[in-house]
């Protein structure tokens, strides 16, 4: 039996794993685990891992602004941070780079609010 803590995370993969079955699947997103420290990311679509070149041993665990470099603009990050703690859905665009370290512009929409948030790139 699966640990009732873990209920809801499972119920939102099958969503997921169904949307992208049905062909809905076609945006690059993550998501994150707002109830640990730091909010780590715990899963990475496939269409996101195409376009970055990450892999999940490259970004499982680590924090959302992994994929954030040198050039990110200071007071954009500090505005994703108060989005990603919020409660309202907001976007932004934020330059961030691919495992290659190539840089491109990401428009990140945020949507909080639940203890598994959806990160869409």
């Not at 703690?85 to 639940?114: L, Q, R, V």
């Amino acid at each position: 039996e699966v640990d009732g803590r873990f209920a809801p995370l499972l119920e939102m993969f099958h969503e997921v794993f169904s949307a992208e079955r049905a062909g809905l699947g076609e945006a690059p997103f993550l998501i994150l685990d707002m109830s640990s420290n730091g909010s780590p990311v715990i899963f990475a679509s496939g269409v996101f891992k195409d376009l970055t070149r990450y892999e999940d041993e490259d970004i499982l665990g680590q924090p959302w602004f992994c994929i954030c470099g040198n050039d990110s603009d200071v007071d954009d990050m500090r505005q994703m941070e108060k989005t990603i703690y919020g409660s309202e859905e907001a976007g932004s665009c934020i330059i961030c780079y691919t495992m290659e370290g190539d840089e491109f512009w990401n428009h990140i929409h945020i949507m909080p609010g639940a203890p598994h948030m959806l990160f869409t790139c």
